[in-house]
């Protein structure tokens, strides 16, 4: 195989994988957003305390990031927990462009590395999680015949 076909090949794949992580952002974004109006709702309208306002805010990017590497892995065929990593972190470097267009302010701090290594962690482990549904989901198709009757 000559060197130019090789890298049409390899750029394919980063390309269809980029492809499948920006999906994943963009569907973790289509959580977050509902999520963080029904926390501002809650904190207007009732007596909702606002330092409980940091931890809600870490769960949804938890849960967000989660959610993004198990739809990555999902959709990916190898590699599933970095590209579920590459999945976080890029969803928390764009909540950290966003929040610094809004507040005007682009200072890294601690909690600003705190928020990426979280969504690391998160879309890694989603990642890993999505792995695993996706293999047993495989195993289940190999079984004898007798064995899928008794699964069901």
Known sequence: MNNK?????????FGCNLLIILKAVLFSYVLTIPMFIIIAAI???????????????????VFSSFCGGMITTIKNKDRGWV???????????ILYLI??????????SRYTVTMIIIGALSGSIGSITGLNAKL??????YL???SRMLNR
């Open 5 to 13: 076909s090789s890298e049409a090949v390899i750029m394919s794949g």
């Open 83 to 93: 590209f579920g990593t590459l999945t976080g972190i890029l969803y928390i470097l």
């Open 136 to 141: 047993k989901g495989k195993k289940n198709k």
């Open 43 to 61: 904190l207007a309208f009732t007596e909702f305390p606002e330092k409980l306002l940091f931890p809600c805010v870490i769960i949804t990017t």
């Open 144 to 146: 004898p015949r007798k």
């Open 99 to 108: 929040s610094g267009i809004i507040y005007l302010d682009f200072t890294i």
